[in-house]
């Protein structure tokens, strides 16, 4: 009988995701929102098709872990301790300063005592890592600068479980439980845990990784995955710590292994589909019967809640640097209230700071601000990017006209790549960030339209989802494996040709699915090689098998240069052949 209500409601979890995922992707509004309704449907407050959304929302908290682990294998130490100021200062003051904002804003407005407001207005200052970072990671907007600071401020949020929980439970009116430690010892075993993960990445988890490259089984990857995950995870709620934060640390420390997006590639799916019944079971435990109890109370909190957090975020975003447009971007990715408070709302309950009705009340209030996340999302994508005012009039991409081939940078080498393309009849549409080449160009005739075209969401307005081939003639040294993996797997149509600016461009994006690499200067260096040897009278045979030579000696050294990750492995670069020796 287990195995048939397992089997059952396995079915409808599965069958309302299909039935109310795509009709919102079609209509562009994401699949959270998606998930949200279909749990509300079959939950125990909807239809009752399926039971027990409790015990499921602490299974599908995996999908948290194992999102935060994917997010970590792309953010290597160097570049977290580049972040620190955003991580700690203005993630810190975002926590503070939101969460004491809605604790007053409670206190005034409720009749709640000041401990029980700080418990509810705390933890809603904490927004949805599960919602954001898919939006940010999908788009390719997780590595712009923009990104970089939202992924900052979610980080610090699951940071800030532990003092959190230390506070409800300094705050708790229950008798002391024994078996609860107090908060010191959880700081403590939170920096010994995180020192304990690095050392098992290094040690444990980095030679099985060999190992089963070694071996060359798919299937060990993933179980290496996600035994990463799931055991970094569990020594982390053994501790009473934060299951996500070990998932990321354990992420971290793989992000400069060689094997990071076979892993990435793996674990993938199953971070989608535990995602999606993380978020279908937020909707079942949502008691629909409390909105309608109290449906101005829960509406107008949920409200305030977005519009304090944006008020908030933005403040603060100015006060650290960012321009004005993107900082209120900013506010609104993270106005909503995020999952980590459904536990902190459970913990505020056993401490006896409020009832189960409160709990179900703001759990309610989350939720809501949750489902007007999408709709938020398609504003702030629309202030995250700035243009100085010199830009202003520049043309989109939108206004392009639906074109075959996407050139990236229309510089001396984009230009002629054009040439060649419109020559073979192809039509283009131009793409540049630089407002003097825009211009320069538009003079000539030629129009070029404004934006970068290392972002997804911008390539898809230039009409990405329909070309053939997207061209990247930029001189950017920097475009690699972070930006590129992304634009790949949003547009897999397309054919992806990259301008290298060197060897080491080139080795970075070597293992990608490209269709094509060019060094910038590689075979004009090889044309005026040949066209000195012919003006020193050398034979046309001879001249043939010095450029032969040299193509072969150098993809020798690419080659042992990739396996070895080192520029100084193969055949040194003067390397002269031998002279061959006259037969008789």
């Not at 005034?108 to 599960?130: E, K, M, Q, R």
Request: a negative charge.
């Amino acid at each position: 009988m287990e195995t048939a209500s397992i089997l059952r409601e396995g079915v409808f979890l599965l069958g309302a995701g299909l039935l109310f995922v795509i009709p919102f992707r079609r209509l562009g509004l994401g699949a959270v929102l998606g998930y949200l309704l279909a749990g509300v449907a079959i939950g125990p407050y909807g239809l009752a098709l399926v039971s027990d959304g409790e015990s499921k929302l602490g299974i599908a908290e995996l999908g948290i872990a194992l999102l935060l682990f994917l997010v970590g294998l792309e953010l290597n130490p160097a570049r977290l301790w580049r972040l620190k100021r955003d991580i700690f200062g203005l993630g810190f003051a975002q926590v503070a300063l939101a969460g004491l904002a809605l604790a007053t804003l409670i206190f005034l407005v409720a009749d709640f005592t000041l401990g029980a407001a700080l418990a509810l207005g705390l933890p809603l200052a904490l927004s949805s890592t599960a919602q954001v970072l898919p939006s940010l990671k999908s788009s390719g907007r997780i590595n712009t600068p923009f990104g970089e600071r939202a992924f900052s401020i979610l980080l610090f949020q699951d940071l800030a479980i532990v003092p959190l929980i230390t506070i409800i439970a300094a705050l708790s009116r229950a008798p002391a439980d024994p078996a609860t430690p107090p908060g010191w010892q959880l700081a403590l075993a939170t920096f010994f845990a995180i020192i304990g993960l690095v050392l098992a990445g290094r040690f444990i988890i980095s030679p099985l990784l060999r190992l089963t490259g070694r071996l060359g089984e798919r299937e060990l990857f993933v179980v290496v995955g996600l035994f990463t995950v799931v055991a970094s995870a569990a020594v982390m709620e053994a501790l009473h710590l934060s299951t996500a934060l070990g998932a990321f640390i354990a992420g971290v420390m793989l992000a400069d292994s060689p094997y990071r997006h076979e892993i990435e590639a793996d674990v993938e799916p199953f971070r989608s589909i535990l995602l999606g019944l993380f978020f279908m079971a937020v909707g079942m435990v949502l008691d629909v019967s409390v909105i309608l109890a109290n449906p101005m109370f829960v509406i107008g909190m949920a409200a305030a809640l977005v519009g304090i957090k944006t008020a908030v975020t933005y403040a603060l975003s100015r006060a650290f640097g960012m321009d004005s447009r993107p900082a209120f971007g900013l506010g609104l990715l993270l106005s909503q209230g995020g999952e980590f408070g459904f536990v902190l709302f459970a913990q505020a309950q056993a401490a006896l700071l409020i009832e189960p009705q409160a709990a179900s009340l703001f759990g309610a209030i989350v939720t809501l601000s949750m489902a007007t996340t999408p709709f938020l999302l398609m504003i702030a994508r629309r202030y995250e990017y700035v243009r100085p005012h010199s830009e202003e009039e520049l043309e989109g991409p939108e206004l392009a006209q639906q074109s075959k081939a996407i050139v990236v940078g229309f510089g001396r080498f984009g230009q002629t790549v054009t040439q060649i393309l419109m020559a073979g009849r192809i039509s283009v549409t131009l793409v540049d960030i630089k407002p003097e080449q825009i211009e320069r160009s538009n003079s000539f005739g030629a129009k070029v339209y404004y934006g970068d075209g290392r972002r997804v969401d911008l390539l898809r307005r230039a009409g990405a989802d329909e070309a053939q081939a997207i061209v990247f003639c930029t001189d950017d040294r920097g475009m690699g494996e972070r930006e590129l993996s992304p634009i790949l797997s949003a547009f897999p149509q397309a054919a992806v040709f990259v301008r290298a600016f060197d060897r080491r461009q080139l080795l970075a994006v070597r293992d990608l699915d490209l269709a094509g690499t060019v060094r910038e200067v590689f075979e004009s260096a090889i044309r005026m090689g040949i066209d000195v040897l012919q003006s020193m009278g050398v034979e046309e045979q001879e001249i043939l098998g010095a450029e032969q030579f040299y193509r072969e000696q150098d993809q020798l050294r690419l080659d042992a240069q990739g396996e070895a990750g080192d520029l100084r492995a193969g055949p040194p670069p003067l390397y002269v052949p031998p002279v061959k020796k006259a037969t008789a």
